[in-house]
């Protein structure tokens, strides 16, 4: 099991490849990309391996026990506290092996795309170590076997989001999202964080995440601090995913390039918080009792948080004009629905809508960047400069199709399996409500999705002769056409995957289903369901019906009062409106919240420290200096010295030690101190030899 | 044992002092001989550093080693007692290889009024100060070597520092003497309640027999004394104005090694000596240490200038050192230990990168900055590896001192309320969000967007021979322990279970 035990290496090659980028990238003949391909195709071979062991792999167990045990690897001890040795150690199982796949290899389409793409950049060259990076610190992240390894990438995937979004920071704009999102998911951090901590303890003092799901559903934990460290660690879910309220950074992370918008900001990194949930599932099982029939009155607080997200982010879609946001809050509604099904018990349609969603997300988001790259001067506006171009790119056009076809959930194409199967468990778990809201998002996303469709692709072209929002390249050229190869063979090979992926677990196989079983799963025994036409039926239908009305609201102007409703309905204007501002959550929290903690509270907390307790500091100084003075002109000068003067000669002596006191130099406050010191000595031995009688 | 474990320690404190006197000798005018000098006598010591390194038994770091112990001052019973166990022994390295890398750094960045003899002799006796202080058993001892730190500072700060520099050399010093002197106070207790000795591991012996009424009153001495050299909120307020105007090297010192000794103190005497008085107090040191992150953090947010940020940066920073070192456990006291030498790497590094920033643009006002990335980039690179470690970034240094700090609290020794120590631990995991704020917003205005239209037509070098030689080693580390944490912890972590036996008991 070679490939099994040394998983590690998937993201020590990347890893490697980053520094080797940095450091000679700019000298080698492709300026750093070969060093980039090379490490994450090896690493995409690699994982190809370990799935062809994993899946070659015995199983044991019988019946519904039956299960391939996950493979441990521990590397080198990686901190150690007394008795509690912390391992930096890997853990594989299904579910990591299918997370390898799908990273990798979207990883290295996304890094031959850009070779055409980001062709001429500025710093083409950091931004393939950028990606190197990316990649390696995901894999950590996934094959992690400790809650706190698992940070390490969590953190890694973060700031290299961070540097990604923010690759263009000479605008201001580009710096602001990557800061905002840096910022979103760090707020999230700081509850994960605790989050692991009250874990680490719950579990005898161990970070390693297969025992945390053991001690979880034996009952190892009390469920009272089961429930809180599952919600601290649903924090960091919810900023990393971009669950609601936290969602408001991943539209803006468009501003970064869009090949780490397909990559990072859509197939990857932001999974990372459902993963997580998939990864601990122990904990959030026994936590919310997600599995407890009745449903635990039907309210899972990660259900509930999912259904939000579907519904919120789809709604917002509809009124964006570029058409990256269009496919951000996309993804946002998407995950929505991933995390929705974790609650809901549906852990293989998660992690299976997981699997099928980073494909034809990937695609579409990479056709949106064929479309700026060749078709319309490197705007992303669908309005201003998108429509007709079906005919001059027609690669372009028929993935980008067919993606939308998937994610609509349209037989027999991925999507469709992957929600099918998350709707059904939905309604058979008993969470009947939540299969409500799943449907209502699946109409909701066929229709934004052909509405999307039919602004980019047909119609009209409104082709603008203004120049590029992104000067990437210096070679636009006037009439749309097709994308290098560069860029169309990867959209063709995730445009295949949005077709193929989901039969994996379709067309009565459960293939997808046995070969991510883990131990977890059956020891929780979440429930699997056989495929329901009469589900499946209703999930098509409202699909369909979704791109219908969209496409007969576009096409043929049907619904004609809700044509320009916004013009003469002043409720209909102020609902537009609240869209248009996302909630006012931006607000809120940018100027709101951030405002004041940037400016009141720092500049108070500033005020106070400068007059309140330095001013007490100076305060102190000043009056040292006042009584020195008074000691002297008054006392020594008047009173002392007009006995001294009676007396004689001897006044010299005296006067001249108190005279220091005044003079401020350094030796004399400290002789003053020591003075003060001493005498403080004896009072306190005198006081001490007191107590001690 | 054999000579070189007799005296090697004793090599290490005074070799910097004998150069300092050595460096009195070389000619005014000859600069290039006293840098010369100066480098030598700093690598002799780090040689020697390299040499107990390699022959430090590691798998006794709870055993003080290299230990000289002789007749010193009969009249007091103090005695010349230095060792070093693996609590002390990290600090020291640090304390040797940072003071390397400054002279290395001022090599042509010496700031008026110049005099790079005086400047390099008092960077001598600063050194011999700081490594005295991390290996001294004896109070007294300590006590000289603690104070002889002072000096050097003020001089530094007073002669080669900025505008201010009158204002704040005296303040520093006026309010660390002000310490100094409470816990002077300490000592002397100490010895009259402990045995008539003020050698330090037999004071551990005796200290617990010493009534807990004085207990608490002898801690509180020692604790204004190391609290203030911390600093702890609300005694930080020197911290700011010393920063902003010492040169550059005195920053690096000053945040790299002299805030260190005030902790190293708690850890040293403070905790093992007094060991109820440790408990009847931790729930306000961590008060004040969680203060201090947010206060610090606020700070840090309110700032325009970049070198006021990161001194207000160090208040956050020593806050969980401080809150660690709090919960009287071995998770928080091996936190903390990482979390100065952590501290002393990356804020080192970015207060060299302040003075390499001001330098070249003549001004730290951040709001006058900006670009740093295109008119040098790997001066902004760096800043935001910096930037990065700084606020706790896992796998860099960084994080290994606030992650296990924070860990630490929510189950602190025995007999301290753990609620309290748990509100303690969110206040403090919200800092790190804080610490996100304020350096990156620094970064962005520092290193993004174009440069500004004042600066854009100079021409900026990007970063120095020297500046390389310097910061490559302090890079390297913060990555190397945030790689491999194991390396540090494994030195202090036998060590700190000998401070921490004491707090797993209900008895002391």
């Known amino acids: 099991m070679f490939f099994l035990d040394n998983a590690w290496l998937t993201w020590a090659l990347p890893a490697s490849a980053f520094v080797v980028i940095l450091f000679f990238g700019r000298r080698l003949p492709g300026k750093g990309a070969e060093i980039g391909i090379a490490a994450v195709g090896g690493s995409f071979v690699l994982s190809c391996a370990a799935a062809a062991q ?24 990686w901190f150690s506290n007394g008795q509690v040795k912390v391992p930096l150690g890997i853990h594989v199982d299904g579910l990591t092996v299918m997370m390898l796949l799908v990273v990798t290899l979207v990883s290295l389409l ?23 990076l990316f990649t390696a610190s995901m894999l950590v992240l996934v094959t992690s076997s400790t ?18 979004i923010g690759h263009w920071w000479e605008e201001k704009d580009n710096s602001d999202a990557a800061l905002k999102a840096f910022f979103t998911t760090r707020l999230g951090d700081a509850g994960m964080l605790i989050g692991i901590i009250i874990l680490f303890f719950a579990n005898g003092q161990s970070f390693d995440i297969a025992r945390l799901n053991r001690a979880a559903l034996s009952g190892g934990i009390d469920h009272t601090v089961l429930v809180v460290g599952a919600v601290a660690l649903f924090m960091g879910v919810i900023g990393k995913s971009a669950q609601f309220p936290l969602h408001t950074w991943l539209p803006d992370a468009m501003a970064g390039p869009t090949p780490v918008s397909a990559l990072i900001h859509a197939a990857t990194m932001v999974v990372a918080g459902v993963y997580l949930v998939a990864r601990c599932y122990g904990v959030f099982w026994a936590a919310f009792r997600v599995g407890h029939h009745p449903a635990w009155h039907g309210i899972s607080y990660v259900a509930v948080i999912g259904a939000i997200t579907i519904v919120i982010a789809a709604a917002l879609a509809f009124v964006q004009d570029d058409i990256k946001k269009v496919l951000a809050y996309s993804t946002v509604s998407q995950l929505g629905y991933m995390v929705m099904a974790l609650g809901v018990g549906a852990w293989t349609g998660g992690i299976f809508h997981l699997f099928t969603h980073a494909f034809f997300k990937a695609c579409l988001f990479l056709g949106a960047g064929s479309v700026s790259h060749s078709g319309s001067h490197h705007s992303f506006d669908m309005k201003k400069d998108m429509g007709g171009l079906w005919r001059a790119m027609p690669i372009t056009h028929a993935t980008f199709v067919i993606a939308s076809l998937a994610l609509a959930g349209i037989f027999p194409l991925a999507g469709f399996w992957s929600k099918d199967d998350i709707l059904l468990t939905a309604g058979k778990n008993g969470y009947n409500a939540f299969m409500v809201v799943g449907l209502v998002g699946a109409f909701m996303t066929a229709a934004y999705m052909a509405r999307t469709v039919y602004l980019t692709f047909y119609g009209e072209h409104r082709g603008g002769h203004h120049g590029g929002q992104h000067s990437a390249a210096g070679h636009a050229v006037d009439a749309p056409h097709e994308s290098p190869l560069a860029i169309t063979v990867p959209l063709v090979v995730l445009a295949a995957f949005s077709v193929v992926a989901g039969w ?60 320009r409703a916004t013009e003469r309905s002043s409720l209909a204007r102020a609902g537009y409106r609240f869209l248009l501002n996302k909630y006012y959550l931006d607000v809120l929290y940018t100027d709101i919240i951030v405002g004041s903690i940037k400016g009141a509270i720092a500049r108070g907390a500033y005020w106070v420290n400068q007059r309140v307790i330095d001013g007490a500091v100076n305060a102190v100084g000043i009056g040292a200096r006042a009584l020195a003075r008074f000691t ?29 006191l005044q003079t401020g130099r350094v030796q004399q406050y400290a002789a003053f101190l020591f003075g003060a010191g001493a005498i403080g000595a004896l009072a306190l031995v005198l006081y001490a030899n007191q107590g001690a009688r | 044992m054999n000579v070189f474990d007799h005296w090697a320690l004793s090599g290490v404190i005074f070799v910097p002092i004998l150069g300092a006197i050595l460096l009195g000798f070389v000619p005014r005018a000859q600069e290039t001989a006293q840098k010369s000098v100066a480098l030598l006598i700093s690598l002799v010591t780090g040689g020697l550093m390299v040499g107990i390194l390699a022959r430090f038994d590691y798998n006794a770091t709870d055993k003080l080693q290299f ?23 990290p600090l020291l390295a640090l304390s040797v290889f940072i003071t390397i890398a400054c002279i290395i750094y001022s090599w042509d960045h010496f700031p008026e009024p110049h005099n790079p003899k005086a400047f390099l002799m008092l960077l001598l006796v600063l050194e011999t100060g700081m490594n005295g202080t991390f290996c001294a058993e004896d109070l007294i001892l300590f006590f000289v070597f603690f104070e002889l730190v002072l000096l ?116 040293r005497i403070a905790l093992p000596v007094l060991p109820y008085a440790a408990r009847r107090w931790a729930p306000w040191i961590g008060l004040l240490a969680v203060i201090g992150i947010i206060y610090g953090a606020l700070g840090s947010l309110a700032q325009r200038d970049l070198k006021r940020l990161v001194a207000f940066s160090s208040v956050a920073h020593m806050g969980f050192v401080m809150l660690g070192i709090s919960t009287l456990t071995s998770f928080g006291l091996n936190a903390a230990i990482f979390g100065m030498v952590a501290h002393g790497l990356i804020t080192g590094m970015l207060f060299f990168l302040a003075g390499s920033i001001a330098e070249r643009f003549n001004t730290r006002e951040i709001s006058r900055l900006g670009g740093l990335l295109v008119q040098a980039p790997r001066l902004g690179w760096i800043l935001g590896f910096c930037a990065m470690a700084s606020l706790g970034l896992p796998g860099l240094a960084g994080f290994w001192g606030e992650f296990p700090a924070i860990l630490s609290a929510y189950q602190p020794a025995q007999g301290l309320n753990i609620a309290l120590f748990r509100a303690f631990m969110v206040v ?48 390297l580390g913060i990555v190397a322990f945030g790689v491999y944490p194991h390396a540090l912890f494994h030195v202090t972590d036998g060590a700190v279970h000998g401070v921490t036996a004491v707090f797993t008991s209900r008895a002391s």
């Open chain 1, 110 to 132: 996304v890094q031959v795309y850009s070779t055409a793409y980001m062709h001429g950049d500025r710093r083409y060259t950091y931004f393939y170590a950028a990606l190197a």
């Open chain 1, 147 to 164: 809650t706190i390894f698992l940070l390490l990438g969590w953190e890694g995937v973060g700031l290299c989001s961070f540097m990604l």
């Open chain 2, 428 to 475: 403090a995991a919200v800092g790190t969000v804080l610490a996100a704020g304020y350096l990156l917003w620094m970064y962005q205005r520092t290193a993004f967007g174009e440069p500004s239209a004042e600066f854009a037509a100079i021409h900026v070098h990007d970063v120095h021979v020297p500046e390389w030689i310097a910061w490559t080693p302090l890079l």
């Open chain 1, 504 to 563: 994996l677990n379709g067309f009565g196989v459960h293939w997808f289903a046995e070969w991510t079983r883990n131990e977890v799963v059956v020891q929780a025994h979440v429930p699997e369901y056989k495929f329901s036409a009469p589900t499946a039926a209703l999930s098509m239908a409202v699909a369909v019906a979704g791109i219908g009305v969209g496409l007969l609201y576009y096409l043929r102007h049907a619904f004609g009062p809700l044509h």
């Open chain 1, 632 to 660: 002297y002109e008054v006392v020594d000068q008047k009173v002392v010295d007009g006995l001294v003067n009676g007396t004689g000669a001897s006044a010299e002596g005296g006067g001249s030690v108190l005279r220091r």
């Open chain 1, 54 to 77: 994993w899946i070659g792999r015995g199983t044991i167990g019988e019946g519904e026990e039956r299960v391939r045990g996950a493979v441990d690897h521990t590397l080198y001890t």
């Open chain 2, 67 to 89: 230990v000289t112990d002789r007749r010193w001052i009969d009249v007091i019973h103090s005695r010349y007692h230095v060792g070093v166990d693996g609590i002390a022994l």
């Open chain 2, 152 to 267: 050097p500072m003020y001089f530094m700060i007073g002669v080669w520092g900025g505008p201010n520099r009158q204002y704040a050399a005296i303040k520093f010093f006026l309010f660390t003497l002000f310490g100094s002197a409470l816990m002077i106070l300490g000592f002397l207790a100490l010895f009259f309640k402990g045995g008539n000795t003020f050698d330090i591991p037999t004071l551990v012996h005796n200290g617990s027999a010493i009534a807990r009424s004085t207990q608490v009153l002898i801690f509180a001495g020692l604790f204004m004394g190391f609290a203030i050299k911390v600093p702890m909120f609300p005694f930080h307020t020197w911290l700011p104005d010393a920063h902003t105007e010492a040169p550059t090297v005195g920053s690096v010192i000053l945040a790299a090694v002299l805030l260190k000794l005030g902790t190293y103190g708690f850890i």
